[in-house]
Nanobody
Framework: QVQLVESGGGLVQAGGSLRLSCAAS????????MGWFRQAPGKEREFVAA????????YYADSVKGRFTISRDNAKNTVYLQMNSLKPEDTAVYYC???????????????????WGQGTQVTVSS
């Protein structure tokens, strides 16, 4: 069983920065792509960013491109989301997820991920 635990959320003013972390249990972390998703109140969960199992490829939603950076440290079983120039519309619960396929590609569809964390709240005030 894989467990994902997010941390680093909080309250920040518009224009500020936060760094989210997602720590994974298990010995196969480095074999799977990872993704970050978010869900705002009353809205559907949406894709934010994804990173390949090696860390060599990344993929971003247009809404965060140029402001957010996804990275991973396979030695620490951790994936990160550095969020800069935050906007009130970035307010949401942020979730990390592990892709379903070992050594697979990176995807924006949530059904391509099989393990999810419990989420961490990010609130951006105007």
């Amino acid at each position: 069983q894989v467990q994902l635990v997010e941390s680093g959320g909080g309250l920040v003013q518009a224009g500020g920065s936060l760094r989210l972390s997602c720590a994974a249990s298990g010995r196969t972390f480095s074999s799977y792509a990872m993704g970050w998703f978010r869900q705002a109140p009353g809205k559907e969960r949406e894709f934010v960013a994804a990173i390949s199992w090696s860390g060599g490829s990344t993929y971003y939603a247009d809404s965060v491109k140029g402001r957010f950076t996804i990275s991973r440290d396979n030695a620490k079983n951790t994936v990160y989301l550095q969020m800069n120039s935050l906007k009130p519309e970035d307010t949401a619960v942020y979730y990390c997820a592990r892709a379903s396929l070992k050594y697979g590609g990176i995807w924006r569809r949530s059904n391509e991920y099989d393990y999810w964390g419990q989420g961490t709240q990010v609130t951006v005030s105007s």
